[in-house]
């Protein structure tokens, strides 16, 4: 078990901001098209952190054109440049997954307050 767990430090990744549910990200990705390289950026709640070593992922929810869209990233992929906190909200679950029901105002998250 030493073994795998040195294997899983090694994959860890460092630059990454320290984020939770209810906080809005921008997830920077780079997305290969052919021999292209670009990078793609999807902006939207966190409505979902799964922890773990290597396998821990995060789900992000955004609204496009009226239809929510949700994205799964694993967290300590090497496809992900960066992640940008937005804004940090203030919520008292960790899933999030009530706001698939709601529409409009009624799917905002408060915000943290800074005092």
């Known amino acids: 078990m030493d073994i795998i767990r040195k294997i899983e430090q090694?994959?860890?990744r460092l630059d990454l901001p320290r984020f939770k549910p209810g906080d809005t990200v921008k997830v920077h990705m780079r997305i290969l098209e052919g021999e292209k390289e670009r990078i793609q950026?999807?902006?939207g709640n966190v409505i979902r952190l799964r922890k773990g070593a290597t396998g821990s992922t995060f789900t992000v929810r955004k609204i496009s054109d009226g239809v929510g869209v949700e994205r799964i990233f694993p967290l300590y992929s090497p496809f992900i440049?960066?992640?940008e906190v937005v804004t940090q909200g203030r919520v008292r679950r960790s899933r999030l997954y009530y706001l698939r029901k709601l529409k409009g105002k009624a799917a905002r998250i408060?915000?943290?307050n800074r005092y």
Request: net charge neutral.
């Open 110 to 112: 408060r915000p943290k």
């Open 81 to 83: 440049e960066t992640v």
């Open 41 to 43: 950026v999807f902006q």
């Open 10 to 12: 090694e994959h860890l």
